[in-house]
Structure formats: C-alpha cells, structure tokens
C-alpha cells in the first residue's frame, strides 16, 4: 500500500533554530498539506500546496513557515525561527485532486520538541 | 466551512456494534462527509466518505438521512484495537481545500 513518509520522527530543537520537516507525498498525488497536533488538542490544518503554489493557509501559517517542494518527490515545511509553542506533531499528507474520493493520506509525523 | 458536532467519547464492548453521530447543519450543497481514524501519535487515516444515503466498506457504514444535517458512522463488531479518536469532516470533494478537525470521538472498546 503507498504511503506518505515523513523524517525525521522527531527532531528537538533550540528555541529560534531553523526546523526543516520533510515529507515524501503519495507518488501520483498532486496536493500536499501540512497539519499540526499540539499535544492532547486537535489536528489542525496550516496549509495545502498544488502546482507549485500555496492552496490555502490557516491563520497559524504566518510569516515563520513556509513550504516547499524542492524536487519531484520532497515536500518540506520549514519552520524559521522556532518558538516553544512550535512543539508538536507535525503531519503531512496527499491526495488525488477530485474524485469520488478524496482520501487524504497522512504520514507518521514529525514530534517536534522546541526546548 | 460546515462546523460538525460530535459525541465527546463513548465507551463499548468487544463484539458489539458502535454508532457514532456527527451533527453539520449547515453542511453545503457540494460538500462530502469523511470520517478518519486517529491512534496516539499516529496521523489520521481515512475510514469512509459519503454525500447521501449509504455507503459501505470493508471497515465501516455511513448512513447520512435525506436532509444531510447530521450522519452515522458505523463500526460492526469492534475491537480492542479499534478504541481511538474518530473525526467526522465536512467540505468540498476537491484536494487542497482547508479541513477542519473537530475534537472528534473518543471510543473505548473494552474487553
């Protein structure tokens, strides 16, 4: 079964450090998205990218995140200059466009620890 | 985006059916239901999606009445691995749009 990779596991960083989080979406998946689960809260979306371009972001995805697609295979959310309230789990997942399913595939996530 | 209401837990046995109903009055013309499944520390994973009537699969039922204001996702015999958190999703049946994660349903599956 395919399946969206996600690295590092976990990744501890220093407060206002670069994070980068890598992802490997779903080869012939076409909208990537990042999400984040605060400890003991909700999953909550931050944005989807398609084409090469930002889809829609929330209001958590301000100026200290950005996301990229390098090559064909990678898509990374970089975090510039982490917080403590960064700390997290941070999920990326894929999709097909549309359909009659729209099952969005979600990796094993990143623990981002900010210390 | 439709705002979904659920249970906050329920609580079962091994071996017995398990409903769980999501509430979304004000769910749009062109949007889909999508029930996920979440273990600790793991990523959601998709269970069922639906528009109307019923939908079946391999794991789950979701049964969504004519007026489309709430739906049932139904888990037959459950297990002890089945006891996570289960989020009902509201929106569009297109990629990239902004989903909203409810706090979900806790489910305790007890032996």
């Known amino acids: 079964e395919p399946e969206v990779t996600q690295t590092p596991s976990h990744q501890v960083t220093q407060m206002g450090q670069e994070v980068i989080l890598r992802c490997v979406p779903i080869?012939?998946?076409?909208?990537f998205y990042w999400y984040r689960q605060i400890l003991g809260q909700k999953v909550e979306f931050l944005v989807s990218?398609?084409?090469?371009?930002?889809?829609?972001k929330s209001e958590i995805f301000d100026d200290q995140f950005s996301v990229e697609r390098p090559d064909g295979s990678n898509f990374t959310l970089k975090i510039r200059s982490t917080k403590l309230e960064d700390s997290a789990m941070y999920f990326c997942?894929?999709?097909?466009?549309?359909?009659?399913?729209?099952?969005?595939?979600f990796g094993q996530g990143t623990r981002l620890t900010v210390v | 985006l439709a705002k979904t209401t659920q249970p906050i837990s329920m609580d079962s046995y091994e071996g017995q059916e398990v409903n769980i109903t999501c509430s979304h009055n004000?769910?749009?013309?062109?949007?889909?239901i999508t029930w996920y499944q979440q273990f600790p520390s793991q990523g959601p994973r998709f269970i069922i999606q639906?528009?109307?009537t019923k939908v079946t699969n391999e794991v789950a039922s979701l049964f969504i009445p004519a007026d489309r204001k709430s739906s049932t996702l139904s888990l037959p015999r459950v297990s002890l691995s089945d006891t996570a958190v289960y989020y009902c999703?509201?929106?569009?049946?297109?990629?990239?749009?902004?989903?909203?994660f409810g706090a979900g349903t806790r489910l305790f599956v007890k032996a």
């Open positions: 080869s012939n998946h076409l909208y």
């Open positions: 999703l509201v929106g569009p049946n297109t990629g990239g749009f902004k989903t909203i």
């Open positions: 004000n769910i749009a013309t062109n949007d889909y």
């Open positions: 639906g528009y109307k």
């Open positions: 997942a894929s999709s097909e466009p549309m359909g009659t399913n729209t099952e969005a595939f």
């Open positions: 990218f398609y084409n090469n371009e930002i889809s829609e």
